[in-house]
């Protein structure tokens, strides 16, 4: 079985831009869907290419949708089927209306537009579509840094700042729902991991388990 950096470079007819890191990080949380009946969303079509991959790499049996806020997404054609759809990450009534149509995914990749508003705006509306051990990755988010995409080192509100609040969430249990925000728990319901690599921020997503001490006398 082919590994997606050789899919990249080998197999590819479209355009497709990858950091090289992310290859590792792919094979890493993404290699237990390859040959399952698997459901991926990416966000950001561009020139098409990293749907092409995808398919190669999960093989015949993943169905894989796409969307970008650019119609000339709708004239890019395949020998394998991609549900399209043309709209505003950035729009909370697009997802809702998005989802209510499509249901749950196994996979979703956030590689968009990369502002403050459309990553959060996304995972905010669709982690709670992520079926249970489903992955979500948010890619690019080197622009949390950058001034021009509403980020900045440390800045209260950008993408990578909000991720960080999330390492409370996962220790719910320990500190009390009453101090974290209602609201903020119930989108990440079911978060079990979190991964932070260079511009790539991964959040994994199963069964809810009681935290219990297990002792070995």
């Given at each position: 079985m082919m590994k997606?950096?050789?899919i990249f470079?080998?197999?590819?007819?479209?355009?497709?831009?990858?950091?090289k890191?992310?290859f590792?990080?792919?094979?890493?949380h993404?290699?237990?869907?390859?040959?399952?009946?698997?459901k991926l969303?990416?966000i950001?079509v561009?020139?098409?290419?990293?749907?092409e991959?995808?398919?190669?790499?999960?093989?015949?049996?993943c169905?894989?949708y796409?969307?970008?806020?650019?119609?000339?997404?709708?004239?890019l054609?395949y020998?394998?089927?991609?549900?399209?759809?043309?709209g505003n990450?950035e729009?909370?009534?697009?997802w809702?209306?998005?989802t209510?149509?499509?249901g749950?995914?196994?996979?979703?990749?956030?590689?968009?537009?990369?502002?403050m508003?459309?990553?959060e705006?996304?995972?905010?509306s669709?982690?709670?579509?992520?079926n249970?051990?489903?992955?979500y990755?948010?890619?690019?988010t080197?622009?949390?840094?950058?001034?021009?995409?509403?980020?900045?080192?440390?800045?209260?509100?950008?993408?990578?700042?909000?991720?960080?609040f999330?390492?409370?969430?996962?220790?719910?249990?320990h500190?009390?729902?009453e101090?974290?925000?209602?609201a903020?728990m119930?989108?990440?319901h079911?978060?079990?991991?979190?991964?932070?690599?260079?511009?790539?921020v991964?959040l994994?997503k199963e069964?809810?388990?009681?935290?219990?001490?297990?002792?070995?006398f």
């Amino acid at each position: 079985m082919m590994k997606i950096e050789d899919i990249f470079f080998n197999k590819l007819s479209k355009r497709c831009d990858k950091w090289k890191p992310y290859f590792y990080a792919y094979e890493k949380h993404l290699g237990k869907f390859k040959d399952k009946n698997s459901k991926l969303l990416e966000i950001g079509v561009q020139n098409g290419g990293s749907l092409e991959m995808w398919h190669h790499y999960f093989g015949e049996n993943c169905s894989i949708y796409g969307v970008d806020i650019d119609e000339q997404c709708l004239n890019l054609k395949y020998d394998f089927d991609v549900d399209f759809s043309v709209g505003n990450q950035e729009d909370p009534t697009f997802w809702k209306e998005y989802t209510s149509k499509n249901g749950f995914f196994d996979i979703i990749i956030d590689d968009g537009g990369h502002t403050m508003k459309q990553q959060e705006t996304s995972v905010i509306s669709l982690f709670g579509k992520l079926n249970y051990g489903g992955v979500y990755i948010i890619e690019d988010t080197h622009t949390s840094y950058w001034n021009e995409y509403g980020g900045g080192l440390r800045r209260e509100g950008s993408f990578i700042e909000n991720m960080k609040f999330l390492v409370d969430i996962l220790h719910v249990k320990h500190i009390g729902s009453e101090t974290l925000n209602v609201a903020i728990m119930n989108a990440f319901h079911g978060l079990s991991s979190m991964t932070f690599y260079d511009s790539m921020v991964v959040l994994e997503k199963e069964i809810p388990r009681d935290f219990t001490r297990a002792i070995n006398f």
